[in-house]
């Protein structure tokens, strides 16, 4: 019954490649997030949609696009992958719908490794 | 732009108490959380207050606002080996915006 889940856990790969990494959540929230954290455990926005659409995309190289499928689902998928984006990137939800927002839920992460 | 500011290490003695400390330049900053980390692990909520209050207590947390100095505050009493992680200080000025997070505290708890 994980509320925010996020595949793969960790992930490897070589220079070049294009990867997706997928996350779902439970909530019924209608907000969902992609944060990358660095090595320094600095964590950055990436992009958050609202019932699907695009409301914040930070500047983000084009290689990374995210997709929402549907308001429970929020895609990141990475073309020609480079070294520095190896980090953990963090998929989160809220329910902005509320007058008082109580916050982000967040998934455990996914560590990808460039080589 | 906004910013979030916390020192980066922080290191106690189990029992004592602990105070991490934030500060926040976007004046309307509205709401304002405290995410834990744990190694390995995704970020966990442990408390938040919106921009008219001063104070919260949650058990042995305590966050102290200091809305005119823009400095956020968090107190864990009885600080225990396992309060041992890294702690966010995080805004947002309205529902919709995203959360600006600090770059962390790293809280060490010895024995």
């Known amino acids: 019954d994980t509320a925010v889940s996020q595949t793969p856990k960790y992930l490897v790969t070589q220079m070049g490649n294009d990867k997706s990494i997928k996350c779902e959540q439970n909530?019924?929230?209608?907000?969902m997030y992609w944060y990358k954290q660095d090595s320094k455990k600095f964590l950055k926005i990436m992009f958050s949609?609202?019932?699907?659409?695009?409301?914040i995309n930070e500047t983000v190289p084009n290689r990374f696009s995210p997709k929402s499928p549907d308001k429970a689902h929020l895609n990141l998928h990475i073309n020609s992958l480079e070294l520095g984006d190896s980090a953990v990137y963090f998929c989160?939800?809220?329910?902005?719908?509320?007058?008082?927002?109580?916050?982000?839920?967040f998934g455990s992460g996914t560590r990808l490794t460039v080589v | 732009g906004e910013d979030v500011e916390q020192s980066l290490f922080l290191s106690v003695r189990e029992g004592d108490s602990s105070v991490i400390n934030c500060t926040y330049t976007?004046?309307?900053?509205?709401?304002l959380y405290w995410y834990k980390q744990e190694p390995g692990a995704g970020l966990q909520l442990l408390t938040y207050?919106?921009?008219?209050?001063d104070m919260k207590q949650d058990q042995r947390l305590t966050v102290l606002l200091n809305k005119k100095d823009k400095h956020l505050s968090l107190r864990i009493a009885d600080t225990q080996t396992g309060d041992s992680a890294i702690y966010f200080c995080a805004e947002r000025s309205q529902a919709g915006t995203a959360l600006i997070f600090g770059k962390g505290t790293t809280l060490s708890v010895s024995s």
């Open positions: 989160a939800s809220s329910q902005e719908g509320n007058v008082r927002p109580i916050g982000y839920t």
């Open positions: 909530l019924g929230h209608d907000t």
């Open positions: 949609y609202n019932n699907k659409e695009l409301i």
């Open positions: 976007d004046s309307s900053s509205t709401y």
């Open positions: 207050i919106f921009s008219n209050m």
